[in-house]
C-alpha cells in the first residue's frame, strides 16, 4: 500500500488580489507555512518573471494552498502582507535581502538577513549572483535603536559567547537589573543552503537537508523527502513511513532530554545535567545502532527508509523510568522551581500573533502539532497525545518538554512493535524525474513544524528547495518574553526556547 | 626564650604559606568531591594548580584604556587576602600578628579586596565589568555586616574584638560555641561566607553564561599572570574565610602557646578542619541550586537577622 498523496490546491493570483486572498485564508484559520520566491526563466509557463509562492497550511483536516503571484523580473514588487501576519513581514524582508524583491509599503522595512558588510546591490539568490564578492561598498550602517531614560545602559552580548554555541547579538537595554528592550541580531551563519540545493540531483540534495541543523537531521531530511516525493510522485510503503515517525520520536527524544538538562545546569543544579547527559548518551548510542548516526543521519532516504535494527522496548523503559525521575527531582528543587516559574512569559496571544511553533507554541496554549494537522502516518495509535500548557514561562517549556518525552517513548514502543531492521523502499528513485514539479513537506520535527518545498527541473534536478525551520518564526517570541525579565535569568528564558541559529540562517 | 621567640614568626609565616599554596588544593578538591558526587571522573586536585601555572607562563595583556585600578587590584586582593592569613589565628594564637588581628581590621581588609576587583570591573569600562561590579557590591553590602555582627556576637563573651582572643577563650570555655549566640553566629557566619565567596546559591562559580555571573563578571577581562593573580585569590579568601568559620566554631586544636608541636599540630588540623569544611560545601552544593538574584537579598538579610539574633542572646542569655 502505498501513501495517499495530499492534494495541494494552487490558485495563480492576480498581484491586486493577493492581499485580499491571503486575508480571508488565514481568516478561515490558515496559519502562513512559507513564502519563496522563484526567477522563472523565459522558457517558464508564463515566461521570465520572478515568482512568489505563498502556502497556508490548515489541519486537520490537512489543506494546503498555495498562492502564485508573477512579479516583473527586473524591477520585482509586491504588496507586504505583514499587516495580515507577522512571519509573512519576516519572509519578505528575507526575500527582499536575498533576492531584491521590494515589499511596497512594508512597516518594518529594516534588514533581516543582510548585515552591514553585504556588498550592496549584490543579492545571492539571484540567478547570475556568482560566487559572493569580497565586502565593498556596504549598505551603511544598521544602528541598534537606542533606549533613553535615566539610568539605561546597554549590554551588549556575542556573537561571539562564553558556551560552546552557535553565533548571535544579543543588545541588552536595562534598567538596573530589568530588561527594557532586547535586540537579537542573528544571521551571522548565512551559508547559502538553498542556493547550493539548485541543480543537485534529489539524492544528492539529501545529505545537505540533513546538514541543515545539526541536531534535526530527521525532521529536515524527513521534509525534504516528503517534498521530493510529492514532486516526483513518488509512493512510500508503509513500513518505511512507520520507520520515519520512529526515527522522528527518536530525534524528538535525545534533544529533549540534552534541554531538561540544560534547563538544570542553567540555574546552578549541575547533577541533574550530569544524570541528563548520562541518558542522552544512552539515546545517541542506540541512534547510532539504528542508524550508524549518533544524530540519527542515513535513516530517512528517498522512497523509503533505512534501519540497522530496531529498539527494543525494554531500552526505551529504563530511559524513560531515568527521565522521569531527573524530572521530579528538578520539580521537587524548591529553588529549581522557584527560578523556571514565571520566568520569560509568553502570552497566548503574542504567541499566537508570531505565529510561534513547537514547544514553544505549546507552553503557550497553542496545540499545534504536525503530526495530527499533517499527518504522514496514520496509525500513531493512542500513544499520540500533545501536551499544552498556558502559562508561557520557563516552567510551561520544561513541563511540555517532560510530557513529551513521555509521548514520544510511548510512541516509539508503540512503533518499534511490529518494525524489522532493513531497508525499506518501495520504489528505487528514479534518477530523472520525468516531469517537473514541486512538493510541499510539513514534519513536526523537535523544534516544532518544519515545511519544506521543493521545485523540481525538467532534467530531475532540484530548482529551487525553501525550507522554513520553527526557529525562523520563533525568534522574535524570546525578546517578546522576556520584556520585564531580569538579566541573569536571560540564558535560562533563551535555553527553555532553544532555537537554531543555523536552521533560523540558511 | 630565642627559641620560643621564633616560633611566633614562624607560625605566622606558615599560615601564609598554608593558605597560599593549599587554597588551590582546596578549590580543586571542593571541584573534585563535586565531580565525583555528579558520577564524573574530575580532573584531580591539582588542576587549580596547574591552571595557575599555565596562567603564569602566559603573556600579560591588559585591556586599552584600563588604568591603575585594573592593574594593582589583583595584587592588592592576594596582598589583603595573605595580610589576612597571617592576621588571623587560623594555627596559632600566640603569634606577634595576634595582638593586631582585630575582628574589624580583618573584615576592612576582606572588604579591601573586594571593592579592589569591583573598581578594576569598572575600570575595564565594559558592560559586563560594571554589571558584575554592580552586583557584587549589593553582595559584599549585606554580607560584610554579617560578617561583622556575627564576630562581634562571638566577641562579647571574650571581652575583646581581637580575634586572637576570641578563639582562645573558645578553647578553654567550650561552653561559649554551644551556647544560643554561638550556634547562631556560626549559622549567619556560614551563609555570609557563602555569599561572600560566591558559592552556590548565590553565585555559581562554574558557569559560562556571563550574564548570570556575579564575581567572574567583574573579571572577565584579566588575562595571564593577571587571572592567575585573580584566580589566586579567590582560592585564597575562600581559604581565609573557611579557617575563619573553623577557629571561631571548631577551635580545638589552635596552638595557644609558642611551642614548635603546638604550632605544627595546629596546622596540620587547619588543614583537616577546612579540607573536611570545604568537602562538606562542595557536597552540600550538590543539592542546591542558584537563588534568582533578587532572592538574595532575602537570604543574605536572613543571615544578617540571625546575626543580630545572636548578639541579642549573648548579651540577654550569658547576662553579661
Known amino acids: 500500500m502505498t501513501a495517499t498523496l495530499t492534494a495541494r490546491t494552487v490558485v495563480d493570483a492576480d498581484l491586486a488580489q493577493l492581499p485580499g486572498r491571503a486575508a480571508e485564508l488565514l481568516l478561515d484559520g490558515h496559519r502562513l507555512a512559507l513564502v519563496a520566491a522563484h526567477h522563472d526563466g523565459p522558457g517558464a509557463p508564463g515566461g521570465r518573471a520572478v515568482r512568489v509562492v505563498y502556502l497556508f497550511v490548515s489541519g486537520p483536516p490537512d489543506t494546503r494552498t498555495e498562492l502564485h503571484v508573477r512579479l516583473d523580473a527586473d524591477a520585482p514588487e509586491l504588496p507586504t502582507l505583514a499587516r495580515l501576519s507577522f512571519p509573512g513581514g519576516r519572509f519578505e524582508r528575507e526575500m527582499r535581502d536575498l533576492y531584491g524583491i521590494v515589499p511596497l509599503d512594508h512597516p518594518l522595512p529594516h534588514r533581516l538577513v543582510r548585515h552591514f558588510h553585504w556588498p550592496r546591490g549584490w543579492y545571492p539568490m539571484a540567478p547570475d549572483a556568482g560566487p559572493p564578492p569580497p565586502f565593498a561598498e556596504s549598505e551603511g550602517p544598521y544602528p541598534f535603536l537606542e533606549v533613553e531614560g535615566d539610568g539605561v545602559y546597554e549590554i551588549p552580548v556575542g556573537p561571539v559567547h562564553a558556551g560552546l554555541i552557535e553565533p548571535g547579538h544579543f543588545r541588552f537595554s536595562v534598567v538596573g537589573e530589568t530588561i527594557i528592550k532586547l535586540k537579537a541580531r542573528l544571521w551571522f551563519v548565512h551559508k547559502g543552503v538553498e542556493k547550493l540545493f539548485e541543480g543537485r540531483t534529489p539524492e544528492r540534495g539529501l545529505p545537505l537537508a540533513e546538514r541543515v541543523s545539526g541536531d534535526t537531521a530527521v525532521g529536515h531530511a524527513l521534509a525534504y523527502c516528503l517534498a521530493v516525493e510529492e514532486a516526483a510522485g513518488l509512493g512510500v510503503s508503509d513500513d518505511a513511513r512507520r520507520a520515519r515517525a520512529l526515527l522522528l520520536e527518536l530525534e524528538r527524544l535525545h534533544n529533549h532530554v540534552a534541554d531538561l538538562g540544560a534547563l538544570c545546569n542553567d540555574v546552578g543544579h549541575g547533577i541533574l545535567n550530569a544524570q541528563t547527559q548520562r541518558v542522552r548518551e544512552h539515546l545517541l548510542r542506540l541512534n547510532q545502532e539504528v542508524t550508524g548516526h549518533r544524530l540519527l543521519r542515513g535513516g530517512v532516504v528517498l522512497g523509503g527508509s533505512e534501519l540497522l535494527c530496531v529498539p527494543t522496548a525494554a531500552r526505551l523503559r529504563a530511559v524513560g523510568d531515568d527521565i522521569r525521575s531527573i524530572v521530579t527531582l528538578a520539580l521537587g528543587h524548591t529553588t529549581v522551581r522557584d527560578r523556571f516559574t514565571g520566568t520569560a512569559r509568553l502570552r497566548p496571544e503574542a504567541a499566537r500573533d508570531l505565529g510561534c511553533l513547537g514547544y514553544a507554541a505549546r507552553a503557550s496554549g497553542l496545540p499545534g502539532d504536525a503530526r495530527i494537522s499533517h499527518p504522514a502516518y496514520d496509525d500513531y495509535g493512542a500513544a499520540l497525545t500533545v501536551p499544552v500548557h498556558t502559562t508561557g514561562d520557563v516552567l510551561a517549556r520544561f513541563l511540555v518538554r517532560a510530557e513529551e518525552t513521555d509521548v514520544s517513548l510511548a510512541l516509539a514502543e508503540h512503533l518499534a512493535d511490529g518494525l524489522s531492521a532493513g531497508r525499506a523502499v518501495a520504489r528505487p528513485p528514479r534518477s530523472g524525474l520525468a516531469e517537473p514539479g514541486s512538493g510541499v513537506g510539513i514534519v513536526e520535527g523537535w523544534r516544532g513544524t518544519i515545511t519544506t518545498r521543493v521545485e523540481t527541473g525538467p532534467e530531475g534536478t532540484l530548482r529551487r528547495v525553501k525550507i522554513a525551520d520553527p526557529s525562523f518564526f520563533n525568534w522574535p517570541a524570546l525578546p517578546v518574553a522576556l520584556a520585564d525579565t531580569i538579566v541573569p535569568d536571560f540564558p535560562l528564558a533563551n535555553k527553555s526556547f532553544n532555537l537554531s541559529y543555523a536552521g533560523n540562517d540558511l | ?320
Open chain 2, 1 to 320: 626564650m630565642n627559641a620560643a621567640g621564633a616560633v611566633g614568626p614562624a607560625a605566622v609565616a606558615a599560615q601564609v604559606a598554608a593558605v597560599v599554596a593549599g587554597a588551590p588544593l582546596l578549590a580543586g578538591l571542593m571541584r573534585q568531591v563535586r565531580a565525583r558526587l555528579e558520577g564524573r571522573a574530575g580532573p584531580g586536585i591539582a588542576q587549580p594548580w596547574r591552571d595557575l601555572r599555565k596562567l603564569m607562563r602566559k603573556e600579560p595583556i591588559t585591556p586599552v584604556g584600563t588604568g591603575p585600578a585594573f592593574r594593582t587590584a589583583p595584587l592588592l586582593l592576594v596582598a589583603s587576602t595573605a595580610v589576612v592569613a597571617a592576621l588571623m589565628p587560623l594555627a596559632s594564637t600566640a603569634t606577634p600578628a595576634g595582638v593586631r588581628s582585630d575582628l574589624i581590621l580583618v573584615v576592612a581588609l576582606l572588604a579591601l579586596g573586594t571593592v579592589a576587583l569591583a573598581l578594576a570591573g569598572l575600570d575595564t569600562g565594559t558592560a559586563f565589568g560594571g554589571m558584575g561590579a554592580s552586583r557584587e557590591m549589593t553582595v559584599a553590602a549585606l554580607v560584610e555586616p554579617t560578617i561583622l555582627l556575627a564576630v562581634f556576637a562571638l566577641s562579647i563573651p571574650a571581652g575583646s574584638t581581637n580575634l586572637a582572643a576570641i578563639v582562645s577563650g573558645g578553647i578553654h570555655d567550650s561552653a561559649r560555641l554551644a551556647s544560643p549566640a554561638g550556634l547562631l553566629a556560626t549559622a549567619a557566619l556560614a551563609v555570609a561566607v557563602l555569599a561572600e565567596t560566591g558559592r552556590l546559591p548565590v553565585d555559581n562559580p562554574a558557569t559560562h553564561l556571563e550574564l548570570t555571573m556575579v564575581h567572574e563578571a567583574m573579571v572577565l577581562e584579566y588575562a595571564g599572570p593577571d587571572l592567575a593573580l585573580v584566580e589566586l585569590g579567590a582560592h585564597m579568601r575562600l581559604t581565609v574565610l573557611l579557617g575563619l568559620l573553623a577557629s571561631l566554631a571548631a577551635p580545638w586544636g589552635i596552638a595557644t602557646t609558642a611551642s614548635a608541636a603546638a604550632v605544627a599540630l595546629g596546622l596540620v588540623l587547619f588543614a583537616v578542619k577546612v579540607a573536611l569544611l570545604g568537602a562538606a560545601l562542595a557536597a552540600a552544593e550538590v543539592f542546591w541550586a542558584k537563588l534568582r538574584l533578587f532572592r538574595i537579598p532575602e537570604l543574605l538579610a536572613g543571615s544578617f537577622l540571625l546575626a543580630l539574633l545572636a548578639v541579642t542572646a549573648s548579651y540577654f542569655l550569658t547576662g553579661e
